[in-house]
Structure formats: C-alpha cells, structure tokens
C-alpha cells in the first residue's frame, strides 16, 4: 500500500476480515462448528468471493490458503478440478473390482466426494463457474458430500452465485445448490 503497488480497499478488508476467522476456525482443535442466527449449531460450509475481474479475490484466497496451517488442504483451478472429478468418477465405475455391480452416477459421485473429503479438509476454487448440464448436475451431489465429511470450501468467482448457471438447462434442480 505504501509503494502504491496495492491500492486499498474497504470490500477486500471485509473479505480478509471473513477469511481471518474461517481461518482461526480451521486451525481450531474444537473444529468448526459455529452457532447459527437460531442459537442451533450448523456446520460452516465455507466461503464464496465474488466481483469484477482485478478486484483482489485470487490474491487474498492465496494469501488465506498459504497462512492457513491446516494438514489436509488443496488448491485449484475450478475448471481443472472439474475435469478430474469426471476422470474420477469414470474410473470409479469402471473399475475392475466394481464391475460385478451396477455403480449409479449418484454413487460415484459420492464415492468420489468421500475421496476428496478424506485429503482436504479445505478446498480453495479460483474462478469458479458452472456453465454445463452436467456439471451442475454433479455439484450438488459432490458438494454435499463434501460438506458431510466437513470439507471446507471456498472460491472465487467473477460471478454472484445468482448467476451460476444463468440460463442453463433445467436450472430449477440446481438453484438448491445455489441456496445452499
């Protein structure tokens, strides 16, 4: 800030403000449960960066990722991480061990959740979109998988999640994950 490489700005305070104690709730030994707006206890599912193209969102996801001291955590592109989670679940239903049963996508889907959940207990998504049928279709399963082994997420997006999927095919049955 002071060499006038780093411009200030009042939403990306915010946004550290959010990250700093995702952060401080990770590394906690009690986890990270937290207390809802209805005094139940309710998982925390992670966090969702939004905004215009050079605003600052990837730099402070990095910075969150790289102070976060966590073991089991994981860094990636989201177009990327799509495309492994269709080898994966390809591979898993055509595994030589599963080919004696009849493996639903819904079930590899899970499978594949479960797998990921078990070596990240955070995931960091740098420009997170949903622009295909299938995909939409296999976040929903996936992220709740996730979320049930307590795997936190968060991403970057130079879209607000209103507009994930924007016009897609059968977007009804995606707008619970959205809301979710």
Known sequence: VN??????DENQIKILKYLDR??????SPSGIIVAGEDKQTKRLKGLYIHGGVGTGKTMLMDLFYENCHID???RVHFHKFMLSIHKQIHEYKNDENNKEIIISENDAIKYVGESIANNSKLLCFDE????????AIILTTLFRELWSHGT???ATSNRPPRDLYQDGVNRQFFLPFIES
Request: neutral net charge; charged residues 25%; hydrophobic residues 40%.
């Open 3 to 8: 060499i006038n490489t780093i411009t200030y």
């Open 22 to 27: 995702l952060k401080h709730l990770l590394e």
């Open 72 to 74: 089991k955590k994981s």
């Open 128 to 135: 997170f979109q949903v622009t295909d049928v299938y995909d």
């Open 152 to 154: 936190i997420l968060v």
